[in-house]
């Protein structure tokens, strides 16, 4: 699990389903980001690091 990225979504006060909105993919596939079973593009790092304002190395990280 990306600790990290859920603790920065539940930081910001969102829903998996607003964040997937936001970076422009499904629900499902950000569940499969934040569980760590999916990697993701590299674009979508991108726009998860702007959107939290965390460096996308930290929220990268699986624990």
Do not use: P
């Amino acid at each position: 699990m990306r600790k990290n990225l859920k603790e920065a979504r539940k930081a910001a006060g969102m829903t998996q389903q607003q964040v997937a909105d936001l970076i422009g993919i499904t629900l499902s596939h950000y569940q499969m980001i934040e569980q760590g079973d999916r990697v993701g593009a590299v674009d979508l790092w991108d726009k998860l690091e702007d959107l939290f304002n965390i460096h996308q190395r930290k929220l990268r990280e699986i624990s």
